[in-house]
């Protein structure tokens, strides 16, 4: 199977039924030997284009994973960018917000973390955090001490809907590309996971009472991912919702939709000039004295 980017993209303004969006496709891969091969493939050419992002200094990327427990984000970010410059690479993670965040809109806390240009940054959770968990629990929002809270809840989400897009409009028009994935896991297979944390010592400490008590609201973090990837994919900041419930496939569809995104920018090395390349040989010619 050849990985096609669009296959996975969240058309702009198309209506999401997370249900018709497979949570397992056939595998890339054939054997594991034949994964490992494929995704040191995409780590090397990633490595190759992260280099060409600093040093042509144009662009930054903003990669996005959003899912529910245990869909794999933590992984799919350790292996895919496991080739990347440390130095050219941040990643982030975004938890519940400290009482001086929750004084602030609730873009700021984010938007101190943007990577700049010539780098790559990942956000592990992230801004979406406040159209979604925010969603499932209102009391959340309740909490936020924000003015004017209206009975009518869609006017808050359409609003914020707003200016996640205007935020990802004007960051695109100043060079940040975003990549938005959505780890697309069934709750059967989120199901073995939590039981595989619980079996095996050294994986118990991912696992709380909080994990279990939030699969309660699967039906209704599903419908909070579906207006919300319906209202904030678009053509500059897309979403691909990535089946999860093989973690190899997972990793090997992420590297490539990464990778696929970074060409087209067609990067390449800052071209020398006649005067640069002049000075270059003297210099050259006393090194070699």
Known sequence: MHVKSSDFRVREGAQVNLREWPTRVD???GTNEEYQVLLRKH???????????????????????QAMDAAGKDGAIRHVMSGVNPQGCQVFSFKHPSATELKHDFLWRTTRDLPER???GIFNRSYYEEVLIARVHPEILRGEG???ISADEKTIWRDRYRSIRDLERHLDCNGTRIIK????????EQRKRFIDRIDKPEKNWKFSLA????????????????????????????????P???KLNTRLIVSRILLD????????????????????????KKLAK
Request: proline share 4%; net charge positive.
């Open 244 to 246: 999860a419930d093989d």
């Open 118 to 120: 010539g780098r790559i």
């Open 27 to 29: 595998p890339v891969y």
């Open 261 to 284: 995104t970074v060409e087209a920018l067609e990067l390449s090395y800052p071209r020398t000039n006649a005067s640069r390349r002049r000075e270059l040989l003297e210099l050259r």
């Open 43 to 65: 780590v090397n050419d990633l490595s190759a284009q992260q280099e060409l992002l600093y040093a042509s200094d144009r662009y930054a990327i903003l990669l996005i994973f």
């Open 146 to 148: 924000l003015p004017n």
């Open 181 to 188: 994935f959505f780890l697309h896991l069934s709750k059967e």
């Open 211 to 242: 994990d279990i008590e939030e699969r309660k609201f699967w039906k209704h973090y599903m419908r909070a991912y579906e207006k919300c990837l319906r209202a904030t994919s678009t053509k500059h900041a897309p979403w691909y919702v990535v």
